[in-house]
């Protein structure tokens, strides 16, 4: 009898956890039921999301996804929202089933699946809005350099200029070799103020938009970096070359400049720079590719910021030039680097610019 009783409860248990996974089986979320870090259940487009096999996912610890500095904190939230405590929303890198990452924003939730208390945990793909909020401060960024670095060019370069005026003057009265010396820095200063400007403000500087063979002008950019190249082997992947970008055609070519002289001059012995074209997704992508010195992680945030250098003789205008460029026409930047292993900048440039001020 009492095995009768069991046996009924159990079915309906069983069949309260059925009706259950069907419910969210058809959600459009991505939808994971799991208990003590166990997956007991994900949904259709769940598994799909994490590029894996329901079969792999479910029964396996529902903590692999997260990344081993963050387990211990999610695990907590986990154990505190069990316990009744509400969740706010998280938003994390987590790892797909083929090892890949992607960033989300979940949020759990207690519900009773079948005889027993679990979370429900849904998440959502956020890598289209972190890309937007990052391209908005990227050029929220710029503008504001743009307006603080318009003011300075103005109160300093035209003093500058007048100085040098004088230093002409005294050269004809007075030749002195120190003049000579003096006019060659202070024109220095005067070049970076307009450089600064010029990466600030790019649109002070209207330049038509033109169609762009990228193909054609990376090979000849590369060209001119002949010499530099003795110790370093170059490898080239450029396909789908029948597409074609517009754009303004010195701004790029001055950022793909400044890109691959960076790759060089991060690989000062033996290296390798690999260039990569290819069209993908509505876009032509660029790699640029070194294995040279690499960025530390806390570094990569302060890349594009004005006169941020590691080098001796360095600006460190050119990465403010890139992003500039990149974000004006509308594409997107990112870079990623391992100390001692190399760089990798990938652009993805719209075919079209897109939000150009157009002249
Ligand atoms: N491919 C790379 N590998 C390693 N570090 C890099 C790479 N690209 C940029 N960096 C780091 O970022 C810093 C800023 O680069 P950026 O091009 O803006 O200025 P810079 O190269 O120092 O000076 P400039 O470009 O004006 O000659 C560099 O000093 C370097 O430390
Ligand atoms: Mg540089």
Redesign the pocket.
Known sequence: MNQLVETMESNEILQSEMMYSQIIEYSVESIIIHAENKVLYINQVGSEFLRGTKEQIIGSNCLNIIQDDMRDMISERIQQGMCGEPLEVIEQSIIRCDGTLVDVEFYCQQVQFGNRKAMQTVFRDITMRKETEKMLYDRQKMASIGQIAAGIVHEVKNPLTSVKGFLQLLKENNPHPYILAMESELEKAIDTLSNLLQVAKPDLYSEPITEIDLCKELSSLLFLFQDKLYDIEIETDIQDCDKHIYGKKNMYLKAFF??I???I??MPGKGKLRIEHYYQSDSVNVKII?T????PKD?INL??TPF????S????????Q?FSTINDHGGQITVH?VVDR??T?HMKLPEKPVGFEMH
Not at 292 to 295: A, K, L, Q
Not at 313 to 320: I, M, P, S
């Open positions: 400044n890109l002289k960076n790759a001059e991060a070194d040279g010195v690499g960025i570094k890349l594009g941020y250098s590691n080098k003789d360095g600006t460190g205008l050119g990465l403010t890139v680097s190399g760089t900048v």
